[in-house]
């Protein structure tokens, strides 16, 4: 019976690298008599050029088996009759010398009693020749009598310099002049796909007749996209919403500016790792949701959400393993994980899916940036906290009168009003503890009042439905006061002191 290896066992053995050095250690493996080798990766085409080109620099013979052609090489005729796999690998059995043998089908029958047992009976043969067979297939099957025999070599995607040199060809057969940062942007915008993804994405791109136009961006974005339909708990979020679309958290957007370039090439050239991750610890509705979604839109990434209900509704951990594989397999990625806390207050395994998250967390080399927010931050675990999980933890407040006034201004002309029509100032100064969801709200009910009169919004409505209004934190004063308490400590403000600001504002005045 065909068994799935379990992602969390001892064996097989499991090796990640680059493809290159992939490609380089195979030699080094026959040599050692690692005979049985699965490659895990889903491009057949391309892994095949790189093995060929391997074998011929070490010279290794290169035989290949699918189940439509039986086993080829250049010393072997056409035999049909090694279309079967069994009988293909009898005929492994006779071929002497160095050389490597690609199986790209075997995951299919690899379960199959009288296939396992041929495996094993060659094993120890293959070894003493230098001599190994390849397993290349999208999944990994492997039966439980050859879990301990297998050595997996996980294959990536095209890494950075691949996926450079993809489009530099392209670009230079079209004639197209690209500025280095758009260049840059492309080629980050590419990684998570496969070789044949994006030279479709850039056929398609021509296509289109934009020549790779800063918009042609969301068009690779779309084609990550794709890739989460079957996942139960990644949703694609496209974000809609910039850093120009949030009111006030100056703090916030300049460290996010600040590191808009952080996976590039001339981050790493310059010595900087790349982004990790961004706590966000506050209040309700004050802007921790539109950030997340304002960091994939800056950094031009995909934005997945994680379903925290959906994924301890099920087997957690097996669910967080997958979360995490499709997440990177799409990187550079942001990954949003809303309310945090909740997650983990859910974790009936004993804690092994928080710790398996922030092992992942310390330890990923995954251009994978996660965005936590958190509401109830007095429920998390101080390992969560702790230097080295996130680049930087945030405190997002109430928004103070500046913040609240520039939050009203966007509102109002996201409705289709001139800001200038109304003053906002007045309106700002009356609504003091109100959130920025809560000024949306207030927006959105004096246009009601205004709609329901048959006539055009006014400055009354704006102040009578403020004054009508008792925001969530009055009544959650005291909640509030001890958060603001238990972060002082250990978070930054998301806001800029606006304290000094209006000290030098009176100055000046005066």
């Known amino acids: 019976m065909t068994t799935p290896i379990r992602t969390g066992g001892n064996y097989p053995v499991r090796y990640h690298w680059h493809m290159d050095e992939v490609l380089a250690r195979i030699p080094h493996m026959l040599a050692a008599r690692y005979s049985l080798l699965y490659a895990l990766s889903p491009e057949e085409e391309r892994v095949e050029r790189g093995i060929e080109r391997m074998c011929a620099q070490n010279g290794l013979a290169c035989y290949r088996w699918r189940h439509t052609t039986g086993l080829r090489g250049d010393d072997l005729a056409d035999e049909p009759a090694t279309r079967d796999p069994v009988a293909a690998l009898e005929r492994v059995s006779r071929i002497?010398?160095?050389?490597?043998?690609?199986?790209?089908?075997?995951?299919?029958?690899?379960g199959d009693a009288t296939v396992t047992r041929r495996l094993r009976d060659l094993e120890p043969d293959l070894g003493a020749r230098r001599q190994a067979v390849l397993v290349l297939a999208p999944t990994l099957v492997i039966p439980q009598e050859l879990e301990k025999d297998f050595a997996v070599l996980d294959v990536p995607l095209p890494a950075r310099k691949e996926v450079a040199r993809v489009l530099a060809v392209l670009l230079q057969s079209q004639k197209i002049d690209l500025r280095p940062d758009l260049f840059d942007a492309f080629v980050t915008a590419s990684l998570g796909l496969t070789e044949k993804e994006i030279k479709r994405a850039y056929a398609r791109l021509l296509v289109d007749g934009n020549r790779f136009a800063p918009t042609d961006l969301a068009l690779l974005i779309d084609e990550k996209a794709r890739l989460l339909r079957k996942s139960r708990f990644l949703e694609f979020i496209r974000p809609e919403v910039g850093t120009a679309d949030i009111g006030g958290l100056g703090n916030l957007k300049d460290w996010l500016r600040q590191r808009q370039a952080?996976?590039?090439?001339?981050?790493?050239?310059?010595?900087?790792?790349?982004?990790?991750?961004?706590?966000?610890l506050g209040v309700q509705g004050c802007g921790k949701s539109l950030s997340a979604k304002a960091v994939a839109d800056l950094w031009r990434v995909p934005l997945l959400r994680l379903d925290v209900a959906a994924l301890f509704a099920g087997r957690a951990e097996e669910g967080l393993r997958d979360t995490i594989r499709i997440a990177e397999s799409i990187a550079p990625a942001v990954l949003w994980i809303d309310e945090i806390e909740k997650a983990f207050l859910q974790d009936q395994g004993g804690g092994r899916v928080f710790g398996a998250f922030l092992t992942w967390m310390q330890e990923k080399t995954k251009p994978v940036f996660v965005v936590a927010t958190a509401n109830e931050v007095r429920a998390l675990p101080p390992e969560l906290l702790r230097k080295g999980r996130f680049d930087e933890i945030f405190?997002?407040?109430?928004?103070?009168?500046?913040?609240?006034?520039?939050?009203?201004?966007?509102?109002?002309?996201?409705?289709?009003?001139d800001p200038e029509q109304f003053d906002l100032l007045q309106i700002a100064e009356e609504t003091d503890k109100f959130s920025g969801a809560e000024l949306e709200q207030l927006i959105v009910a004096a246009m009601f009042v205004a709609f329901s009169a048959e006539r055009e919004l006014r400055q009354d409505d704006l102040a009578r439905v403020a004054r009508d209004s008792i925001p969530l934190a009055v009544t959650m004063d005291d909640r509030l006061k001890e958060l603001r308490d238990w972060v002082r400590p250990r978070a930054r403000p998301a806001s800029v002191d606006t304290r000094r600001i209006s000290f030098f504002a009176d100055w000046e005045a005066s």
């Open 262 to 280: 952080g996976f590039s090439d001339r981050a790493r050239d310059f010595g900087l790792p790349e982004p990790k991750g961004l706590f966000l």
């Open 96 to 110: 002497q010398g160095p050389a490597l043998f690609v199986f790209e089908d075997l995951h299919a029958c690899i």
């Open 395 to 417: 405190f997002v407040d109430l928004p103070n009168i500046h913040e609240r006034l520039e939050i009203l201004d966007i509102h109002v002309r996201r409705r289709g009003r």
